[in-house]
């Protein structure tokens, strides 16, 4: 059975999140702090905790998901993963840091490098990458099937997905995305994404906007077209 601490940093309240399943080693998702009092924030719990972090997952890498990860990356000397197709979403968060009026994040952390159907595992977890471009080219989903939840990052939302009208983003491949892979996942999967609070996938099926092929009830008339 994992554990999990939600923070809600920077501007635009993203969730970092530290999981753990033995508490002398933790992953931490999409380190959003921004400022000096996020990351104490950040560091003061997993001391109180006696948690040790033993590996950065990045979902994306928009600013906002990826201001702490020098800071922690230099501070406890653990690895980064990210997927490569995100790498010029990285070098443009300098400059979209930057028309926002925010301090750019330190972009120059050395990261491994993960792709579609691989196993990282790490604290115990054996997450599955799924590749979910759309939001951005490097998107990827991090799915532990034991333990029947996902990290999806700025893909899936509860209630919505992803905005694709930034850099780099591309809507058709991001509705298939959710729609192809992350809408086939377990029903009772749980979702924990980047912003705001976890769903499933089963309510999301039967409840999402964007998704109307699942939750639209099936016809029991034969259509007259």
């Known amino acids: 059975m994992f554990e999990i601490k939600q923070f809600s940093f920077n501007i635009f309240g993203e969730n970092t999140i530290v999981a753990w399943k033995d508490r002398t080693a933790a992953v931490i998702v999409d380190p959003g702090c921004y400022d000096e009092s996020e990351r104490a924030a950040l560091t003061d719990f997993l ?11 990045l ?5 906002d998901h990826i201001f702490g990860v020098s800071f922690l990356q230099e501070k406890y000397n653990i ?17 979209l840091s930057s028309k926002l ?26 997450f599955e990458i799924i590749h979910t471009p759309g939001h951005t080219p490097g998107g990827v989903c991090y799915y532990d099937r034991t333990e029947g939840m996902i990290f999806t990052g700025d893909t899936l939302f509860a209630g919505t997905i ?32 980047g912003h705001g609070g976890k769903t499933t996938i ?5 409840n999402n906007p964007f998704l109307e092929p699942f939750n639209e009830p099936e016809s029991t008339e034969s259509d007259p077209r």
């Not at 301090?103 to 054996?126: A, H, L, M, Q, R």
Request: proline share 10%.
């Open 202 to 206: 089963g309510y999301e099926r039967m």
């Open 47 to 57: 001391s109180s905790e006696g948690i040790t972090p033993a590996a950065i997952i």
């Open 79 to 95: 690895p980064v993963y990210m997927h490569p197709d995100d790498v010029p979403v990285l070098d443009y968060s300098e400059k």
């Open 162 to 193: 992803g905005r694709s009208d930034l850099m780099m983003g591309d809507y058709d491949k991001l509705i298939v995305s959710v729609m192809d892979k992350l809408m086939l996942l377990d029903a009772a999967v749980e979702v924990y994404p």
């Open 59 to 63: 979902t994306h890498a928009h600013p």
């Open 101 to 126: 009026g925010l301090t750019p994040p330190d972009i120059s952390f050395p990261f491994e490098p993960v792709k579609e159907g691989e196993t990282v595992g790490i604290c115990g977890f054996n």
